[in-house]
């Protein structure tokens, strides 16, 4: 059975930093590009970074670029996303996927989901 977990979120003032973390297990993992999205309430859901499965290829948002880093150690089957810089603006349930497109940051069709991380950000 393939599982995703999320973990990492929490409360944090603008400009301060949070770091999210995702083991996925039950799947070859190098073999996914795996990625974050976010969904606040009212919005949709939106691919923050996409990561490739060998770590080669990344995908951003716009609204994140130079402030968010995503990674992954496929030794651990751990992906990160290094958050830097949070603005109000990203205050989201996070969630890792188990594929994405490192070129589009879409969410492939048959992408196996976390349960989501809540980050806030205060002004």
């Known amino acids: 059975q393939v599982q995703v977990v999320e973990s990492g979120g929490g409360l944090v003032q603008a400009g301060g930093s949070l770091r999210l973390s995702c083991t996925a297990s039950g799947l070859t993992f190098d073999a996914y590009a795996m990625g974050w999205f976010r969904q606040a309430p009212g919005k949709a859901r939106e691919g923050v970074s996409c990561i490739s499965g060998g770590g080669r290829i990344t995908y951003y948002a716009d609204s994140v670029k130079g402030r968010f880093t995503i990674s992954r150690d496929n030794t651990k089957n751990m992906l990160y996303l290094q958050m830097n810089s949070l603005k109000p603006g990203d205050t989201a349930m996070y969630y890792c996927?188990?594929?994405?497109?490192?070129?589009?940051?879409?969410?492939?069709?048959?992408?196996?989901w976390g349960q989501g991380t809540q980050v806030t950000v205060s002004s």
């Open positions: 996927a188990a594929g994405c497109s490192p070129l589009t940051g879409r969410g492939s069709s048959t992408a196996y």
